[in-house]
């Protein structure tokens, strides 16, 4: 009896102690592994982060205009060439009241075009892409009905709403 009473107060313990550093041991190595593969790709993370933060310092995010009725006939100019580029037809442009958003000003048109449905979506997608970043909203698209089997390229309207912004002062910015 005094054996096993000794056993279940002081090796017993003794043994759950033991064990549980063991395990935290174990944990502190798995993690020290971890943190060695982490370190190991520091340099190639940072030379990354590097390359990323000069791409993204270099590329231009506002409409240049020193007003807001400059800007959107920059805008509105850069449509044309992209639209012009991708084969299809501005039917109409309409100019949106510039809106201040985070310090800059949003500046937009209402557009309407047609042309061939490829042709349009060739376009928005270049708009998406452009240089600086174009914001498309409100897009809706009709097609005329072709017959099955016709070789006709299929026509479409188009209409949407495209916006930029312009960097600068807000206070003082004009409205177009």
């Known amino acids: 009896m005094v054996v096993a009473a000794v056993y279940l107060a002081a090796v017993a313990p003794l043994i759950g102690l033991y064990a549980d550093r063991e395990a935290r041991l174990t944990d502190r190595q798995v993690l020290l592994a971890r943190l060695h593969t982490v370190a190991a790709q520091l340099p190639a993370l940072q030379t990354r982060l590097a ?12 409409v240049d205009g ?3 009725a400059l800007a959107s006939a920059n805008l509105q100019s850069r449509l044309q060439a992209i639209a012009a580029s991708s084969g299809v037809a501005i039917s109409s442009t309409e100019g949106l009241p510039a809106e201040n958003r985070a310090g800059y000003r949003r500046l937009g048109l209402r557009v309407a075009v047609n042309g061939e449905y490829h042709s ?11 240089n600086p970043p174009l914001i498309i909203g409100n897009l809706w698209i009709r097609s005329g009905i072709r017959a099955p089997g016709s070789t006709n390229v299929a ?15 807000t206070v003082g910015a004009s409205r177009p």
Do not use: H, N, P
């Not at 390359?51 to 506002?62: D, V």
């Not at 928005?124 to 452009?130: D, I, W």
């Not at 026509?155 to 002062?169: M, N, Q, T, V």
């Open 51 to 62: 390359e990323l933060q000069a791409s993204a310092s270099a590329r231009k995010i506002t």
């Open 66 to 68: 020193s007003s807001d």
């Open 120 to 130: 349009i979506v060739r376009m928005l997608a270049a708009a998406e892409k452009a």
């Open 155 to 169: 026509r479409a309207d188009a209409g949407f709403e495209l916006f930029g912004f312009r960097g600068g002062d």
